[in-house]
């Protein structure tokens, strides 16, 4: 099992910024791929960001490509970011960090954290 936490959500005014924060623990956080997905009230949840077990790949929903920005420690702090800036209200969702052994392969995912950009 591996244990998902995120942290970091709150309220932003439009063309504000974020970092989400996803602490892991359970496993050996550097075999996991990570993901962030979101949901807003009323819709599916979608994909976000990806980024590979090393950190060497990430890769994005075109809608939030080249504003959001994905990464990872893999050493002391075993957590997985999410950089968000020029936030649109459009972002407001519960954002839900995810691990898999593969990409697009996830098993695990953590309670969300709220996210909420007003206009």
């Known amino acids: 099992q591996v244990q998902l936490v995120e942290s970091g959500g709150g309220l932003v005014q439009a063309g504000g910024s974020l970092r989400l924060s996803c602490a892991a623990s359970?496993?050996?956080?550097?075999?996991?791929?990570m993901a962030w997905f979101r949901q807003a009230p009323g819709k599916e949840r979608e994909f976000v960001a990806t980024i590979t077990s090393s950190g060497g790949s990430t890769y994005y929903a075109d809608s939030v490509k080249g504003r959001f920005t994905i990464s990872r420690d893999n050493n002391a702090k075993n957590t997985v970011y999410l950089q968000m800036n020029s936030l649109k209200p459009e972002d407001s969702a519960v954002y839900y960090c995810?691990?898999?052994?593969?990409?697009?392969?996830?098993?695990?995912w953590g309670q969300g954290t709220q996210v909420t950009v007003s206009s």
């Open positions: 359970g496993r050996t956080f550097s075999n996991y791929a």
């Open positions: 995810a691990a898999g052994l593969a990409l697009y392969k996830y098993a695990f």
